[in-house]
């Protein structure tokens, strides 16, 4: 017997539109009645409109699910509900209707993925746990949450959660990078900057940012992050400086620099890839111009909030860049043999070679203290140790650069042609794949062993599980409550002032909730609510400074923590990979004032553009732009 609260799911070649661009051609509509025993009355309990793709021949692994909600309501038990399905389309088109019966702690769903999600920061924030560890318990509670409320997604449906296109490209460019690293390329790359910079540090930095900014507005930024890390590290090696907060700065500069294409952010690629958007002239060369334009200052504005914040940060490190080396080679060594399982003969030979490893390295930093300590300070400038730099760090092996260099420009040219020609039928993972396989062959490697050693597979195993746990998260309706939230905040003010609360609201939410959230399935929630304040009537909103909004949000919001933004995660197992990584609490203390800081300069340009100037808002609108002063 149905009574309360039911889930219904739809699943069939459906498009993610909503019904305003319904057409009795393209559409089913879809009611969801009770007949009353006794009554000649119909009581309407539900009403949907679903857009059906053209063609109608989609294979069913292309098929879309949408849910709704549904409150039940039989007065008798002989109360009839029935499901009337309806369409104006001429071709036949196969559809399936599902329904779940939701126990009464539905009710509290929301506050259970609150918690679950708070659950897992804690875990991460006070390193209680590997950020891996705490993703996959966060995935599995939410899991046993939505079991709990009779919601038990298959496996299969658990494995389509995961982006294994995201999982792809990493993978393929870190066995491309891995193979690149054995040039020396990223050695002689870091001597150039160090050359170009004159030794100065701040103008290395600026250089570095500046370089991420640009390269991930037409590359993602997860692409940008994995090229630049080695060089990175290799030159605060060069330079004896702790790599750790340089990378920060990087990883932060490329998600700022992603934020101004419509292609150097996944949630940028999701916003231009949806029908409605195009629909109202949101293409590539629209939503460059006005991100990219906004992002000038922001850059701008984030770069002199770096060098404040940094004044107080120990940038150098104190001790000769000899001793910080052998230090670091030292640690290496040693996470090397801990991760050597003595199970047999060979393997207890292996792990006890580098522990004496370990032990004469161990000697060595002690004799070279002792010189150290002893000898007079030497006053070396810039031009001294490039040259000592020049002589020790030469290019290795030229034959495998250029075939290394001519795969990976072979793969940053697809990468680029991606996101312009449509009948690339290749996506960005298989292209990274591809890549990595024909390096490969060309490089003849025979110790394949030794290349699958340099992949992160803790990062990639942490993508999974985040992966799974947002999109549980989503089931339990967290994402569509902030959204709706959000939603009833602006139709609650004065009709003058709901566009310039618009663009607050979505703006700092998106900010706010990108930073705790991935960005991407929160984007693909947000879509289906900022169409909808556009459609109201009561409301009179144009669409572009919405989509303007939800953008710079979700995108700068990415800053916030160290799960905000793939490329952050990507960011810190590389670093952790070569002994310099950093905590979530280190992350946050820069990363949380910059999104703060920068989303502040976008909300200026967007008051500005859409509410002094008017830039995109229809003509016809009687709406003042600008919120009162009685408001602020």
Request: hydrophobic residues 50%.
């Amino acid at each position: 017997m149905l009574h309360g609260q039911v889930k219904l799911g739809f699943d069939g070649p459906f498009d993610l539109l909503t019904s305003i661009d319904a057409t009795p051609s393209n559409s089913i509509n879809v009611i969801l009645r009770c007949n009353v025993t006794g009554n000649a009355t119909l009581r309407i309990l539900a009403n949907y409109t679903l857009v059906v793709k053209h063609p109608t021949d989609i294979p069913k692994s292309d098929w879309v699910m949408q849910t709704q909600r549904v409150l039940v309501e039989r007065k008798n038990e002989n109360d009839l509900i029935m499901v009337d399905i309806t369409t104006g389309m001429d071709e036949a088109t196969a559809l399936t209707l599902s329904y779940i019966e939701l126990p009464p702690a539905v009710d509290y769903s929301v506050l259970i993925a609150a918690i679950i999600l708070g659950f897992v920061y804690v875990l991460i924030t006070f390193d209680l746990v590997h950020r891996t560890i705490a993703a996959i318990i966060g995935a599995l509670a939410a899991l046993a949450a939505l079991a709990m409320l009779n919601e038990r997604p298959s496996l299969d449906h658990i494995m389509e959660w995961i982006d294994f296109e995201t999982l792809s490209l990493l993978f393929g460019m870190m066995i491309l990078v891995a193979i690149f690293m054995e040039t020396g390329f990223f050695d002689y790359v870091a001597i150039k900057c160090y050359k170009l910079s004159r030794g100065r540090v701040w103008v290395l930095i600026f250089i570095l940012c500046l370089l991420a900014g640009v390269v991930s507005a037409f590359l993602d930024n997860v692409t940008t992050i994995l090229l630049m890390v080695p060089v990175t590290i290799r030159l605060c090696e060069v330079m004896n400086l702790d790599p750790k907060y340089v990378l920060i700065a990087i990883v932060m500069f490329s998600n700022i620099g992603g934020t101004s294409t419509a292609v150097g952010d996944p949630p940028n690629v999701i916003i231009i890839s949806n029908a409605r958007f195009q629909a109202e002239g949101i293409d590539f060369a629209t939503f460059t111009l006005h991100l990219f334009l906004g992002i000038i200052p922001v850059y701008i504005v984030g770069f002199i909030l770096i060098r404040i914040m940094y004044m107080c940060k120990q940038l150098f490190n104190k001790e000769h860049p000899e001793i910080v080396e052998l230090k670091h080679e030292i640690k290496i060594w040693r996470q090397t043999a801990q991760r050597v399982t003595p199970a047999s003969r060979e393997e207890n030979t292996v792990k006890a070679l580098l522990t004496q490893k370990v032990l004469t390295l161990e000697n060595t930093l002690k004799k070279k203290l002792y010189n150290l300590n002893r000898q007079r300070p030497e006053d070396t400038n810039w031009q001294a140790s490039l040259a000592e730099l020049e002589g020790k760090y030469k290019i290795q092996d030229t034959w495998l650069l250029m075939k290394s260099g001519l795969v990976m420009m072979a793969v940053i040219l697809l990468f680029f042609l991606h996101s312009f020609v449509p009948s690339l039928h290749l996506n960005l993972g298989w292209i990274a794949i591809l890549g990595a396989i024909w390096l490969m062959v060309l490089a003849d490697y025979k110790d394949l062993e030794m290349i699958m050693h340099r992949v992160e597979w803790s990062t990639l195993l942490f993508f999974a599980a985040l992966f799974v746990l947002m999109e549980a998260l989503h089931e339990l309706g967290l994402l569509d409550w902030i959204g709706e939230r959000t939603a009833e905040l602006i139709q609650s003010v004065p009709e003058q002032n709901q566009l310039a609360v618009a663009i607050i609201l979505i703006l700092w939410v998106s900010a706010v909730a990108s930073s705790f959230i991935d960005n991407i399935p929160f984007t693909t929630a947000m879509i289906p609510i900022i169409i909808s304040l556009a459609d109201d009537p009561n409301l009179n909103l144009p669409l572009r400074p919405l989509v303007w909004s939800l953008a710079f949000g979700a995108c700068l919001g990415g800053n916030g923590t160290l799960i905000g933004a793939s490329a952050n995660v990507v960011c810190a197992g590389l670093a952790e990979q070569r002994g310099y990584g950093f905590s979530f609490v280190e992350f946050f203390k820069v990363g949380f004032p910059m999104m703060i800081v920068t989303t502040l300069v976008a909300m200026i340009y967007l008051l500005i553009c859409h509410g002094v100037i008017g830039w995109d808002v229809p003509t016809n609108s009687t709406m003042p732009m600008f919120p009162s002063h009685s408001m602020l």
